[in-house]
């Protein structure tokens, strides 16, 4: 199996994105649960991504933030999402984040 090969593979129940901006020098590949996508953090993400590059790309789903801002986001979304699962309490995260790349 080829490197290529192993990119395009990706598990059911996740998704690859893309996350970087152009004027940075180009983006890092990760993947995430689909589930993410439901989280209002990644939605507001998502709105972003939907102004900068439209419905209709080719490839993986580009989000235009910086990794530093995406890694951020995506540790507070398994925070609050293990939070949920194993407490079972109603803290929430505060609902912003700042993209200072965005």
């Not at 990794?67 to 925070?79: A, Q």
């Not at 609050?80 to 803290?91: G, Q, V």
Request: proline fraction near 5%; include cysteine; charge should be positive.
């Amino acid at each position: 199996m080829t490197q290529e090969d192993k990119k395009a593979k990706v598990k059911k129940g996740w998704l690859a994105v893309e996350v970087g901006l152009e004027d940075d020098g180009g983006f890092q590949r990760f993947v995430i649960p689909i589930s993410y996508l439901y989280h209002p953090l990644f939605k507001r993400l998502l709105d972003k991504a939907h102004e900068v590059y439209g419905y209709h790309t080719t490839g993986p789903l580009r989000l235009p933030c910086s990794t530093d801002d995406f890694l951020n986001l995506k540790w507070r979304t398994e925070k609050e999402s293990n939070h949920h699962h194993h407490h079972h309490r109603h803290h929430h995260l505060p609902l912003t984040l700042s993209f200072h790349s965005c």
